[in-house]
């Protein structure tokens, strides 16, 4: 089968074919050709930072517990009514301050009765020795009589003791709390949780570290930190800083095989008692990193759980990777990959890639800031 195309058809196709070669022409001669004979891509534009060492301050939070450094539940230590209640709910009482009262008319009968029968064996017994001088009366008697002395001695000192503690003083000064038992109740001796009691000013607060923190924690508590160091402050539930600094108290004895942790406690001034026993809040602990690499931390970029900068050479930049330290505020501390005196992009990093060519527009320097 023979094909046969038309003069016009012919003519038609190879001038189209011919303005195609000119226009062609035209775009390659317009643009720019690198080296390999590829069109050379304009300089982005971009901010640059000059890296420079510098002194850093920042805070490690952990999350704590107010506790009172003493704190006591109030049991009975006789059973009976309740008769007398000598304070109001939450009030703050001073050591040796009467609380409660326990049906105290019966433990003074039961002194009293207690004394009297002390003294009738006392009166005895000295009868008794007097006629066992004239080998008047038994030894046997005699002995008999100095164990009933005994016997009331021993009475008199049980009487006495729950007279006593039929009245419930407070053991050191402090906050009393919410009354469980109210006037005319039965209360059991050493079952019946009647309040609690615990001191307010100082109090302490408790964290956990890691162990791998024991080291630094014994040199800051071997330092004897004070009152007025600002090494450790508290970060309040309403995110307010408590304004008194406190010091490291003491460090647990163990580790924590469940978690690997140590707990360790500070102590608190607490003059206008804003810190409760059971508040929950952070222990900020400040660091100091001397002679360390801090750069915008809008020129960190991350790929694959690596971190990298683009770093500025001969108008050109290279992608590098760098290890970094934690954040502070809008700034990264740099552990290694940069020195000082290098340039870096800050504004413009999301347009780069390895070897662009770029154009300085201004610079983003500013100081380190802690946090």
Request: glycine content about 6%; aromatic content about 8%.
């Amino acid at each position: 089968m023979k094909i046969f195309i038309s003069k016009y058809t012919y003519m038609k196709n190879k001038i189209y074919l011919f303005s195609l070669l000119i226009v062609s022409g035209f775009l390659i001669s317009g643009c720019g050709k690198s080296q390999g004979g590829f069109p050379q891509m304009p300089p982005t534009q971009v901010t640059a930072y000059t890296v420079k060492s510098g002194n850093a301050a920042y805070y490690d939070e952990y999350p704590a517990t107010v506790i009172a450094l003493n704190q006591v539940d109030l049991r009975p230590l006789v059973s009976g009514y309740l008769t007398d209640i000598y304070f109001k709910d939450g009030q703050h009482v001073t050591k040796g301050m009467k609380l409660y009262a326990i049906d105290q008319q019966q433990y003074k009968a039961a002194y009293d009765a207690a004394k009297a029968n002390l003294e009738r064996a006392k009166q005895d017994y000295a009868r008794y020795q007097d006629l066992a001088k004239n080998n008047a009366i038994a030894t046997q008697v005699v002995e008999h009589s100095l164990a009933d002395l005994k016997s009331a001695e021993s009475n008199l000192s049980m009487a006495e003791t729950n007279y006593r503690n039929s009245v419930i003083y407070a053991p050191f000064d402090g906050t009393i709390g919410i009354s469980q038992v109210k006037l005319g109740s039965a209360v059991i001796v050493g079952q019946t949780l009647m309040n609690t009691i615990s001191s307010n000013n100082p109090v302490v607060v408790d964290f956990a570290i890691d162990e791998k923190e024991i080291g630094h924690f014994t040199d800051l508590l071997n330092k004897k930190t004070n009152s007025k160091d600002s090494t450790f402050t508290l970060l309040l539930p309403d995110h307010t800083i408590y304004p008194y600094p406190g010091h490291l108290l003491l460090m647990d004895r163990a580790v924590d095989p469940a978690t690997g942790t140590l707990t360790a406690r500070l102590e608190f001034l607490n003059n206008k008692d804003l810190l409760k026993p059971g508040l929950t809040c952070n222990v900020r602990v400040l660091n100091y990193e001397n002679n360390t690499i801090l750069i915008p931390a809008e020129a960190v970029t991350v790929q694959m759980g690596e971190y990298f900068v683009y770093v500025i050479d001969s108008n050109k930049v290279s992608q590098r990777r760098i290890e970094v330290g934690r954040t502070i505020g809008n700034e990264t501390i740099v552990n290694d990959g940069l020195k000082a005196g290098e340039q870096i992009v800050t504004e413009g990093v999301q347009k780069l890639r390895d070897g662009s060519p770029v154009m300085l527009g201004s610079s983003s320097n500013q100081s380190s800031k802690s946090n």
